[in-house]
């Protein structure tokens, strides 16, 4: 590798660290050992090709352009979590893997707000997942709280969106959304 790819490598994945909070690398390595999978399975389950899974992995590639990818890993960092505090077992780790795998970004959504009004125009409930999809592909939930907890003094409302719409629950944030329409 010549001077010129490693200043491009070496600029990806600092770029994924201010999107993604961390080099995909790290990432995705750290999916693979916790939810014990190998490189071409994290591959399927997030609906990536292996070449494509590896340059992002490598920082030939820095971005993930399909926002459904970026649900899917969100996903997947979630169950890696619950795995990690015994709060989901294996089995059914590798069944929701597969609900995952299935999954189509906006497509996850289901009950109320699935459907488009007549109108044509997004539902609440898709919505609010766009811009919890937006916030949590720059930032973890972790870092999400922390710039939070610094906004909290002197910008309380501005703290509480980052808190519901960057780490809440999605019917919490329909209920925030909802609550600030005039």
Do not use: C
């Amino acid at each position: 590798m010549d001077a010129a790819q490693q200043e491009a490598t070496a600029r990806a994945r600092e770029l994924q660290r201010s999107w993604y909070g961390e080099p995909l690398g790290a990432l995705f390595r750290r999916l693979i050992d916790d939810l014990g999978l190998n490189q071409a399975r994290l591959a399927a389950v997030l609906g990536l090709s292996a070449p494509m899974l590896s340059q992002l992995m490598s920082g030939q590639r820095a971005k993930i352009g399909n926002p459904a990818v970026v649900q899917r890993v969100q996903a997947l960092q979630e169950l890696s979590g619950q795995v990690a505090d015994g709060s989901v077992s294996a089995g059914e780790a590798t069944d929701r893997m597969e609900e995952i795998k299935k999954s189509q970004g906006g497509s996850v959504l289901t009950g109320t707000g699935q459907t488009t009004s007549t109108g044509g125009a997004p539902t609440v409930r898709r919505v609010v997942r766009e811009i919890q999809s937006l916030l949590r592909s720059v930032a973890a939930a972790g870092d999400i709280i922390d710039a939070a907890d610094a906004l909290a003094p002197t910008h309380p409302e501005l703290a509480e969106f980052l808190r519901v719409y960057g780490a809440g629950r999605t019917a919490d944030a329909v209920a925030h959304y909802e609550g600030h329409q005039s």
